[in-house]
């Protein structure tokens, strides 16, 4: 079984347009988080919301709207798109307190043209 | 910003060999994950270090958190094959009541050649 899926697992779109990823997890986790990771390889945390409920929010463009219907699930919406916004975007959950673990999705690629 | 600092970068070497991987930082954090992610996939955690000073096994991985809580170490001994992907640490920030924030260090790539 799956604990965290994402899709799509790859994403090619022009700039300007907007788009979705969806992440669903089926472990029960109270928390749940969107990472950037860039072409370094380095990843870095946008959002984290907590029951439904917002708690991180890192310094990331207002195109950027994170959205959870439920506990299980976190979607990601980018309006017009930018070549920057070329990326892996990861889902994540964890049960929410602070020393837990958190399960990571795939990922998506996300490729603006 | 609480960076984290990881090196090397990079690292090449040949099945049975040795390496330390450094993860520094002038931030306190109060605990730190070391992560390893392979091409297509997420991170997935190894281990968390929690008290300064500690030390922590996993088959032929050794993790260290530094007395301060500042800086941590991860030693591989008779690396194979499987051990390469990219290793990454993550502070862990205190203070939340939810969730955790980590911050992540650049990584590390290892490749182990046979």
Redesign the interface.
């Known amino acids: 079984d799956t604990a965290?899926s994402q899709t799509p697992k790859y994403l090619v779109t022009q700039m300007g347009n907007d788009k979705s990823i969806k992440c669903e997890q089926n472990l029960g986790h109270?928390?749940m988080?969107w990472y950037k990771q860039d072409s370094?390889?380095?990843?870095?945390?946008m959002f984290?919301y907590?029951n439904k409920e917002l708690?991180?929010n890192e310094t990331v463009p207002n195109r950027f709207s994170p959205k959870s219907p439920d506990k299980a699930h976190l979607n990601l919406h980018i309006n017009s798109l930018e070549l920057g916004d070329s990326a892996v975007y990861?889902c994540?959950s964890?049960r929410?307190?602070?020393?837990?673990?958190?399960?990571?999705?795939?990922?998506t690629r996300l490729t603006v043209l | 910003t609480q960076l984290l600092e990881q090196s090397p970068q990079f690292l090449s070497i040949q099945e049975g060999e040795n390496l330390t991987v450094y993860c520094n930082s002038s931030s306190v954090f109060s605990s730190l994950q070391w992560y390893r992610q392979e091409p297509g996939e997420g991170p997935v955690l190894l281990v968390t270090v929690v008290t300064g000073g500690e030390v922590k096994k996993l088959k032929r991985l050794t993790f260290q958190f530094g007395d301060a809580r500042k800086d941590s170490s991860l030693h591989i001994t008779a690396a194979q094959p499987g051990d390469t992907g990219l290793y990454l640490c993550a502070g862990v920030r205190g203070g939340e009541t939810s969730g955790s924030r980590l911050t992540f260090g650049e990584g590390t790539q290892l490749t182990v050649n046979p």
């Open positions: 965290v109270d928390t988080y370094k390889k380095f990843l870095k945390i984290s907590n708690i991180i990861f994540a964890s929410g307190r602070r020393t837990d673990t958190q399960y990571f999705g795939p990922g």
